[in-house]
C-alpha cells in the first residue's frame, strides 16, 4: 500500500503562483510514477502533470509553460509549481501514483490517491 497526502491548495488571486506538495509513504520504493490529477466542480477528474521515477515529465497541454511538476525519490514526494494561475485552474487537486511501468493519463492507469486539496483562483 501506498499513502498519499497532498498539502498547499489554497485561494490566490489571477496571476498568482502556488506550490502544491504529495509526501508518500508506505511501499514508496515500489512507485514508478507519480502525478496530478484535478477536479473543477461538475466535471470529470483529468490529469495535469506525471513524473516517471526514470525522470520523465509529462503535462497536460493546457498548463505546459505554466507548471512544473518535480520528484524527490529520496524524500519520496512530488511537487506541483503552478505559475500564472488562471480563474479556469479553479479545482481540487489530486496526488495520484502506480507501481506500473507504463506513463498513464487515465484515472484507471493509477493505484493510489490523496484525499485532495483545493486550488481556487479568483479573477
Known sequence: QVHLVESGGGLVQAGDSLRLSCAASGRTFSVYVMAWFRQARGKERE???AFSRSGG??????VKGRFTISRDNAKNTVDLQMNKLKPEDTAVYYCAATLDYGLGYTNDDYDYWGQGTQVTVSS
Open 57 to 62: 515529465r509529462y503535462y497536460q497541454d493546457s
Open 47 to 49: 490529469f495535469v502533470a
